[in-house]
């Protein structure tokens, strides 16, 4: 499911990229009133204003939406786990320490290296 939704969310990306790039900015405008030539292109003189500004709005939608599918996905991991997640390491279990100096150890009494007794100067 993840690789699923990483493949729209680059698709879109992408898409998104280009078609922000092919649009023209507010100046190209003013060409077209005196004649530029876009009256006479594939979606005629508005057509092609609505249609790239409505394909980048399901573009944007659409990488919003996986953005925050993404998130969940991240956020609430599944209980899958791979093959080497599933391997337990044993570690060497730590040396009991006596109860004398666990406690000295605690509240720093002690505690060879310890610099709580000495007068500051």
């Known amino acids: 499911m993840e690789t699923v939704v990483w493949g729209i969310h680059i698709v879109a990306a992408v898409a998104l990229i280009g078609l922000v790039l092919v649009q023209h900015g507010k100046g190209a405008d003013m060409g077209a009133a005196f004649?530029?030539?876009?009256?006479?292109?594939?979606?005629?003189?508005?057509?092609?204003?609505?249609?790239?500004?409505?394909?980048?709005?399901?573009?944007?939608?659409?990488?919003f939406i996986t953005?925050?599918?993404?998130t969940y996905l991240y956020a609430n991991p599944s209980q899958q786990q791979g093959v080497m997640d599933r391997q337990t390491i044993s570690k060497p279990e730590a040396a009991p320490v006596p109860a004398s100096e666990s406690s000295a150890s605690a509240v720093g009494n002690d505690v060879p290296g310890s610099k709580s007794r000495e007068i500051p100067k």
């Open 35 to 63: 004649g530029t030539g876009s009256a006479g292109s594939v979606f005629g003189s508005s057509g092609s204003a609505n249609f790239l500004s409505r394909s980048t709005a399901v573009a944007a939608t659409v990488l």
């Open 67 to 70: 953005s925050l599918s993404l």
